[in-house]
């Protein structure tokens, strides 16, 4: 694959770190296409879970991929649209498996994130970690630097029990376009973060009433 329509916006050769995305979903699927067509060559696939049905309208999944795994799907996507190494790890992060590099978390409850902030806070092997949300129309996206002690007061602050979460009506809770545009704002966060680029570490932006938060 060439780059050269993006090497003013972003040259490959410039990522030096594998990435980790944890969650292959509706955050974690679109992602996983933008980076690799952005040129990110060493990608790790991580999440238990299988492609149902209800998953295609709102995942970067195809018809045949139903009852494969996530990660699998996934992988032969990014295989059949990009130059990218893909390994994948077909199971859930429990805090015991080994983390490097940019890690990208697009899991979708609190206690998942919980247990990836606990293996990613001050480890000095994870120089970006980034975490994704999605609820319906609302996207939001922290940019934070493990070590750095204002990433994480401000990290924690958004850190809470699942039972205190907004619930959305079954009916209310994802489309497609929520993914790609998260997905666009993780890569983007990327770029910037590897050019040393002035990066918000908190976004939130709600499509509907096109209304947002930055800090």
């Given at each position: 694959?060439?780059?050269?329509?993006?090497?003013?916006?972003?040259?490959?050769?410039?990522?030096?770190?594998?990435?980790?995305?944890?969650?292959?979903?509706?955050?974690?699927s679109p992602t996983s296409l933008?980076?690799?067509?952005?040129?990110?060559?060493?990608?790790?696939?991580?999440?238990?879970?299988?492609?149902?049905?209800?998953?295609?309208?709102?995942?970067?999944?195809?018809?045949?991929?139903?009852?494969?795994?996530?990660?699998?799907?996934?992988?032969?996507?990014?295989?059949?649209?990009?130059?990218?190494?893909?390994?994948?790890?077909?199971?859930?992060?429990?805090?015991?498996?080994?983390?490097?590099?940019?890690?990208?978390?697009?899991?979708?409850?609190?206690?998942?994130?919980?247990?990836?902030w606990e293996k990613v806070k001050?480890?000095?092997?994870?120089?970006?970690?980034?975490?994704?949300?999605?609820?319906?129309?609302?996207?939001?996206v922290f940019t934070i630097q493990?070590?750095?002690?204002?990433?994480?007061?401000?990290?924690?602050?958004?850190?809470?029990?699942?039972?205190?979460?907004?619930?959305?009506?079954?009916?209310?809770?994802?489309?497609?376009?929520?993914?790609?545009?998260?997905?666009?704002?993780?890569?983007?966060?990327?770029?910037?973060?590897?050019?040393?680029?002035?990066?918000?570490?908190?976004?939130?932006?709600?499509?509907?009433?096109?209304?947002?938060?930055?800090?």
């Amino acid at each position: 694959m060439t780059y050269d329509r993006q090497l003013d916006i972003l040259d490959p050769s410039v990522i030096f770190y594998p990435v980790t995305l944890i969650g292959c979903g509706g955050i974690g699927s679109p992602t996983s296409l933008v980076l690799a067509k952005m040129g990110c060559s060493d990608i790790t696939l991580m999440d238990a879970d299988e492609v149902e049905e209800h998953n295609l309208p709102n995942q970067l999944f195809r018809l045949t991929d139903i009852d494969s795994k996530k990660v699998v799907a996934c992988q032969a996507i990014l295989q059949e649209f990009s130059t990218c190494s893909v390994r994948i790890i077909p199971e859930m992060f429990n805090g015991t498996q080994d983390l490097s590099g940019i890690v990208i978390s697009g899991v979708d409850n609190m206690a998942a994130r919980q247990t990836i902030w606990e293996k990613v806070k001050y480890n000095l092997d994870i120089p970006l970690y980034i975490d994704a949300r999605l609820g319906g129309e609302v996207v939001q996206v922290f940019t934070i630097q493990p070590c750095q002690i204002e990433d994480i007061e401000l990290y924690e602050k958004h850190l809470f029990l699942d039972e205190e979460a907004e619930i959305l009506p079954c009916t209310a809770r994802a489309i497609m376009y929520t993914g790609f545009v998260v997905a666009g704002l993780i890569a983007s966060q990327s770029k910037k973060w590897l050019k040393n680029e002035f990066l918000y570490h908190y976004i939130s932006l709600d499509l509907k009433t096109m209304t947002n938060v930055l800090q």
